[in-house]
């Protein structure tokens, strides 16, 4: 949540978010910095979905452990994709759109940022972030019915399936398509997240509770040495070149070589940030408890994820027409970054004291 924070505030403040598109809409970077400032948040999307896989894993077996049926189970899953979706519909969209009235004639985009392919009509509404995880976790509350097997293989198909089928000419297909796999301007939507590549994910996500589940916990040493698994199979992948890829480099720079598809996210893409974010999971276990104590921004931050994602896009877009005239330097994205964090830390804390006093069952719980 907190690295997210630093892509957010760069959009709204710097007005420099990168594009990493199927299509060839990729952003060519000059420079280190914005580039770095880009790819450290990489780890966010996958990291979110994957550990959601996992956790609806875990979910299921806490609540067998309090007597809970499956369809129980099964039926609170779905409720909460289908919050998840109204969030990202009636809350998550409005602030995200609002972007396009930050372009003023100073903003400096012109090798940051591409579109997705489009239809020519204009948008009114979007499948984004939370509209994705949403339907993606009621997917997952099915797919937890059928056990590991059938969670791998429906991994490996959602995989093969955003590596392979893609269109090459990077066309906009129907709206369905737009939503299930091909991304894009179709029919007054803008859809960034398709549902299949981000299954993928979260599929391989749920194998990963399940291996947590059967090893007590899972010591650092195994989680960090599945993370360099993954972070060298992605490595030997954007080596060959080829499938899963979606685009090769342009150049023989090591910017381009981790200059990878996030839209939808390729097997390179997904694999090399997850590997990295298990190997900050194993970094995180090991921290003295300090950390993990009830006033760490850590704990604050990690246990109101929604809260926090929702207040502090409304934070950085009001912050962001401060700037509405000519977009801030990048610079300036770090130290509105840290101000944001600070305010939105006693705000978190509140919510999270006030939602854990809340029965397992309340609705507050879920958010």
Not at 151 to 165: D, R
Request: proline share 6%; charged share 10%.
């Amino acid at each position: 949540m907190i690295i997210m924070a630093i892509d957010d505030s760069n959009a709204y403040v710097s007005r420099q978010h990168g594009a990493e598109f199927f299509n060839g809409a990729i952003s060519r970077y000059h420079s280190v910095f914005p580039f770095i400032t880009r790819l450290i948040t990489h780890l966010c999307a996958p990291g979110f979905c994957f550990l959601m896989g996992a956790a609806v894993v875990w979910f299921a077996a806490s609540r067998r452990g309090r007597g809970w049926t499956e369809l129980q189970i099964l039926q609170k899953l779905a409720a909460r994709g289908f919050a998840l979706f109204l969030v990202g519909q009636f809350l998550e969209n409005p602030v995200v759109l609002a972007q396009s009235f930050l372009k003023g004639p100073a903003v400096r985009l012109a090798t940051m940022s591409m579109p997705p392919p489009m239809d020519g009509l204009p948008s009114y509404w979007g499948f984004i972030k939370m509209s994705n995880l949403g339907v993606v976790m009621m997917a997952c509350s099915v797919l937890l019915r059928f056990g590991v097997r059938v969670w791998a293989v429906a991994g490996v198909l959602c995989v093969a399936a955003t590596n392979s089928l893609l269109p090459a000419d990077g066309a906009v297909g129907p709206l369905w398509k737009t939503i299930l796999l091909e991304l894009g301007l179709s029919g007054h939507m803008v859809g960034v997240y398709p549902v299949i590549p981000w299954l993928g994910v979260a599929a391989c996500g749920m194998c990963f509770g399940y291996w947590w589940k059967q090893r007590a916990g899972s010591s650092p040493a195994l989680v960090s040495g599945l993370g360099l698994a993954m972070v060298g199979f992605a490595m030997l992948v954007r080596f060959a070149g080829g499938w899963g890829n979606l685009q090769l480099p342009r150049d023989n720079s090591w910017i381009e070589f981790l200059n990878n598809v996030k839209y939808p996210p390729s097997l390179v893409f997904w694999t090399l940030s997850v590997g990295v974010d298990l190997l900050l999971l194993a970094a995180l276990m090991c921290l003295p408890g300090l950390y993990r104590s009830a006033k760490s921004p850590l704990m604050v931050f990690g246990q109101t994820p929604l809260f926090f994602y929702i207040v502090h896009l409304y934070l950085f877009a009001v912050t962001g027409f401060l700037f509405f005239r000519e977009a801030a330097p990048l610079w300036v994205t770090y130290p509105v970054w840290l101000g944001g964090l600070i305010l939105l830390y006693p705000v978190c804390a509140w919510y999270r004291q006030f939602k854990l006093a809340k029965a397992p069952e309340s609705l507050w719980r879920m958010f």
